[in-house]
């Protein structure tokens, strides 16, 4: 029987990692251990972990601060299991995850696999509606990967796994942040490994809670694309482009108000038309019209904060070309 370690990095949230370790507590599948890594938190979750010692097979690491990819690193080298799994700690875990995984692996040898995220009814209207946007085929879920899918599906870290021979292979994570999951799921795959997607092996993300939060993170999420052309030139194609294209458009279209009156109105009926695709489209998905409503503004503050970052990075790009953040 195989045997799981979960590597949980964690920065000042205690609260979320309670929530996640319930869930692990509820698993139908219990083979498996928990390391979590404080990675230089000011709000320690030791206490947290200790209360749940009873129930799971847990174990706590503090280490300096030096980011969430180097922080996984160090719990994979600390870690006793045939596959790692990397879980966010703003995830929460279906009871059966484990059981759909080792069942997936029984059948079908990979060496890294990923999963899909979902929303939980109990999320906040705020986090349903980032949830849409972050999955939807109509906004950057479309390049994130899944079963409809703009391009090749890679592992992502909030909810990944690794088989131990991948670990010691590569070496994990190579950089830190700005498209970390990204870089080490293409050199997983140049190594020679297998991927592929667990279709069934979702989690609950919780993401951020306000839509502040939500641009901010968005914004870094286009900066990382244009770190990882740093490492790989040949990853950077259209699809990637399309939140760029999205604020070039939308700017452009601004600017006609001020010279072509009939060009203006006709770019705001596509606009109009393309987020009445979304807000049916949400509808559809989370049968819920607050949400819907409010996916069309997550879904503007995605592709606009993506492609505000992406275009950032990219004047940082000609200043300084080559990799960075290396281990």
Known sequence: MRFYSVIIPIYNRPDELKELLESLTQQSFENFEVLVVEDGSSLKCEDICTSFSSQLDIKYFYKENSGQGFSRNFGFRKAKGDYFIVFDSDCIVPSDYFQIVDDFLNKTQLDAFGGPDAALDSFTIVQKAISYSMTSFFT?????????????????????????????????????????DIEFSIRIEKAGFKTGLIPNAKVFHK?????????????????GRI????FYKSELKIVHLLPLFFVLALFFWLSTALWNWQLF????????????????????????????????????????????????ESFAYIGQPKPTGLK
């Open 140 to 180: 950057t879920g479309g390049i994130r990967g899944g079963k409809k899918q703009l391009e090749k599906f890679r592992p992502r870290s909030f909810n990944m796994g690794i088989s131990r021979e991948v670990f010691e292979n590569t070496g994990g994570y190579n950089i830190t942040r700005m498209g970390e």
């Open 207 to 223: 993401r951020r809670t306000k839509l502040g939060q939500f641009y901010k993170q968005l914004f870094f999420f286009g900066r």
């Open 227 to 230: 770190n990882i052309f740093r």
């Open 265 to 312: 109105q006709l770019g705001g009926v596509l606009l109009a038309l393309y987020y009445i695709l979304i807000g049916i489209d949400a509808f559809m998905k989370t049968h819920n019209f607050l949400v819907a409503c409010l996916s069309l503004v997550t879904s503007f503050i995605q592709l606009f904060a993506y492609g505000m970052g992406f275009i950032k």
